[in-house]
């Protein structure tokens, strides 16, 4: 299944919806955890300056991960929802 964050008329990033289900948790728990931790250790810094492009690149990096998150979680819901 090509990951949907990746628009592009032929799909080069795929996710393999054959693997066990623990191995397509762990990606997304990978994924999602990190732009998490990423995202907490900004809320604690005080006086945090920044340009508006910097933060349009910021908020791009952390929605490709938690993209690819979801959309890992959406193949396990439908796994095991079958």
Do not use: K, W
């Not at 990606?27 to 931790?37: D, S, W």
């Not at 810094?45 to 998150?69: H, M, N, S, W």
Request: proline share 5%; aromatic share 4%.
């Amino acid at each position: 299944m090509p990951l949907t964050g990746h628009d592009s008329t032929t799909p080069s990033l795929l996710i393999d919806t054959q693997v066990p289900l623990d191995v397509l948790h762990d990606a997304a728990v990978y994924r999602i955890r990190a732009v998490t931790q990423v995202m907490e250790n900004l809320a604690f810094r005080e006086g945090l300056q920044t340009d508006t492009i910097v933060l349009q690149d910021f908020a791009l990096l952390c929605a490709i991960p938690l993209r690819d998150g979801c959309d890992l979680l959406d193949v396990i819901s439908r796994r095991l929802q079958s």
